[in-house]
Nanobody, 121 residues
């Protein structure tokens, strides 16, 4: 059983910063691509940032220069550092990972439960 657990969301004023964490636990063989997504009320879920197991990161245009995705492979954890936050960044943030469970050769999609980020004065 593999689980993704997010933490770090909350209420922050415009211009502030937050750091989200997503820890994978359970029977993990290999973690391939990981990413952060967000969904604002009344809107579709959108991709925020992606980081593969090796290679360069990618960001949505709306967060470039403000958000940074990183991962600690030893801890099976992916982070999203968010700076210069704006009210339009308000959303539920979800982490995603493509993971091959231990004793399996099939990669599977896993999602976290989501963490609320609210940017408001």
């Amino acid at each position: 059983q593999v689980q993704l657990v997010e933490s770090g969301g909350g209420l922050v004023q415009p211009g502030g910063s937050l750091r989200l964490s997503c820890a994978a636990s359970g029977s993990i063989g290999s973690i391939y691509v990981t990413s952060w997504h967000r969904q604002a009320p009344g809107k579709e879920r959108e991709l925020v940032a992606t980081i593969p197991s090796g290679g360069s990161t990618n960001y949505a245009d709306s967060v470039k220069g403000r958000f940074t995705i990183s991962r600690d492979n030893a801890k099976n954890t992916v982070y999203l550092s968010m700076n210069s936050l704006k009210p339009e960044d308000t959303a539920v943030y979800y982490c995603y990972a493509m993971i091959v469970p231990r004793l399996s050769r099939t990669p599977r999609d896993y999602w976290g439960q989501g963490t609320q980020v609210t940017v408001s004065s």
